[in-house]
Nanobody
Framework: QVQLVESGGGLVQPGGPLRLSCAAS????????MGWYRQAPGKQRELVAT???????NYGDSVKGRFTISRDNAKNTVYLQMNSLKPEDTAVYYC??????????WGQGTQVTVSS
């Protein structure tokens, strides 16, 4: 089992930055990749960004060039640096971990609201 705890959400003005963190615990050696997904009201959950244990990254089209995913292996933590935030980035952001056997784990979610 893997446990994920997100932090860093909140209210930010359009154009501003925000950084999310996701700390993993438990069977961390089984984790092959981690990432962030988001879900806005009335919409499906969508990919934001992922990063593999080898450091390869992948981003959703709507965040490319604005968001950066990174990881600190010593702290078992993944970060999502979000810049140039837009109102349409408002959503609940979920941390995700995928094991080497393709078991998926989810955090509880953290709210990000972009509004003036």
């Amino acid at each position: 089992q893997v446990q994920l705890v997100e932090s860093g959400g909140g209210l930010v003005q359009p154009g501003g930055p925000l950084r999310l963190s996701c700390a993993a615990s438990g069977n961390i050696f089984s984790i092959a990749a981690m990432g962030w997904y988001r879900q806005a009201p009335g919409k499906q959950r969508e990919l934001v960004a992922t990063i593999t244990s080898g450091g390869s990254t992948n981003y959703g089209d709507s965040v490319k060039g604005r968001f950066t995913i990174s990881r600190d292996n010593a702290k078992n933590t993944v970060y999502l640096q979000m810049n140039s935030l837009k109102p349409e980035d408002t959503a609940v952001y979920y941390c995700n971990a995928r094991s080497t056997t393709y078991t998926y784990y989810w955090g509880q979610g953290t709210q990000v609201t972009v509004s003036s």
